[in-house]
């Protein structure tokens, strides 16, 4: 399985972003989606997972209520949604699959 990210940029704080996480190779592997994100001098922190065949979803509690995450089964994509964004989501968002497959990573950088 490979998982490549897009999406990412410079939004202003209050604004929107929408990662897109498209994903190839043995998709009935597939049992779970997620977004983690590193910001400068921090570790890696979880963000948020979905369930590739139920859909079950979970967040952190720094992002519920502003960011959904999403999948789209036919084009094998899972999205995050990212609203009322705020300087300290600036991060490098990772895709994930399964725990143990990484995109490239995409920047998301929120000025205040």
């Known amino acids: 399985v490979h998982v490549v990210e897009s999406g990412g940029g410079l939004v202003q704080a209050g604004g929107s972003l929408r990662l897109s996480c498209a994903a190839s190779?043995?998709?009935?592997?597939?049992?779970?989606m997620a977004w983690y994100r590193q910001a400068p001098g921090k570790e890696r922190e979880f963000v948020a997972t979905?369930?590739?065949?139920?859909?079950?979803?979970d967040y952190a509690d720094s992002v519920k209520g502003r960011f959904t995450i999403s999948k789209d089964y036919t084009k094998n994509t899972v999205f995050l949604q990212m609203n009322n964004l705020k300087p300290e989501d600036t991060a490098v968002y990772y895709c994930?699959?399964?725990?143990?497959?990484w995109g490239q990573g995409t920047q998301v950088t929120v000025s205040s």
């Open positions: 994930n699959a399964n725990y143990d497959v």
């Open positions: 190779g043995t998709m009935f592997s597939i049992y779970r």
């Open positions: 979905i369930t590739w065949s139920g859909g079950t979803a």
